[in-house]
């Protein structure tokens, strides 16, 4: 049930001078001819805003899909790289002393030498051969892109 208050609908029901409230029936529940023209109005509003809202999703779930696939891509790169790290260190990922290999910055460098050396210069402290490793993680990380974050425009 919906509540309606008026000015003019109270002095035209025949009475003095304040507001009146006036209680309505829910549309479709027996109510006169006229509702139905609003109703088949508003069915039609609303299904319009469903087909936007289905548009919207699809586009979204495109979008979902493709950042998954690289995100997977990442993430079984980053094990590969958690997996070599322990056994160029031999010792487990608890143990391991703190290396830090930031994918992103490799890809910001401007060539597969200037990846090496940032690589090498890493790997300093590891005591075996880094060179297997440095090539295969270079090789591994071509054709990814940098994962960052959306940048806000500024206005």
Not at 32 to 43: Q, V, Y
Request: proline share 3%.
């Amino acid at each position: 049930m919906s509540v309606a208050t008026g000015g003019s609908e109270a002095a035209a029901a025949g009475g003095g001078g304040g507001n009146r409230v006036f209680f309505q029936s829910p549309r479709g529940g027996g109510g006169s001819g006229g509702s139905s023209g609003g109703s088949s109005r508003e069915d039609s509003v609303s299904a319009a805003a469903v087909q936007v809202q289905q548009r919207r999703h699809q586009q979204g779930k495109v979008t979902v899909k493709y950042d998954r696939k690289e995100l997977r891509k990442r993430l079984v790169l980053e094990e590969w790289i958690v997996e070599q790290l322990g056994q160029l260190y031999g010792c487990e990922e608890e143990e391991m002393p703190d290396v830090e290999i930031d994918i992103d910055d490799l890809l910001d460098a401007a060539n597969e030498e200037e990846r090496a050396l940032k690589l090498q210069e890493t790997l300093v402290d590891c005591y075996k051969p880094t060179e297997e490793f440095i090539k295969e993680l270079l090789t591994r990380i071509r054709g990814m892109r940098k994962l960052s974050p959306p940048q806000k425009k500024s206005i």
